[in-house]
């Protein structure tokens, strides 16, 4: 499975603000894109489009930065994906010619089951040790 950079940055960047104080602390943009060694620019673009879909919360100022908008248990990563990079699980096949909508419908399947484990995987269970179960797609 390709994985956008984008999509990347923003599991990576939610990452990191869950777990600054269970993602009650604000984090100053700059230390996110350092600690995760992204770009500022690019990681504003995304946080920006995070906030507006409710995923994290924002302040201005001297004391500002960037914090979780909920629990890092509530937000999946079907959630981020849909934000950050809905093209993924859409499944762009043509169901023209004979066997066109047997394969359409195969894909389409594949793409409910893909969704549906990333509906399973919380941010939370993203930052679980090494040592905790994989998940299994």
Not at 25 to 35: E, H, I, V
Request: one cysteine or more.
């Amino acid at each position: 499975m390709r994985i956008s950079q984008k999509l990347e940055y923003a599991c990576r960047a939610l990452a990191q603000l869950a777990k600054c104080a269970d993602g009650r602390q604000l984090t100053r943009l700059d230390d996110l894109a350092q600690r995760e060694a992204v770009s500022a620019n690019f990681l504003v673009q995304i946080l920006n489009d995070l906030r507006r879909a409710g995923l994290v919360e924002s302040r201005r100022g001297i004391g500002g930065g960037y914090l979780l908008a909920r629990p890092a248990e509530s937000i999946t990563l079907r959630q981020i994906v849909e934000v950050v990079d809905p093209t993924l699980l859409e499944a762009s096949v043509s169901s023209s010619g004979e066997s066109g909508a047997a394969v359409a419908r195969a894909w389409s399947t594949v793409g409910g089951k893909v969704a549906n484990s990333l509906e399973s995987v919380t941010l939370a269970n993203m930052l679980e040790s090494p040592s905790a179960p994989m998940f299994h797609i």
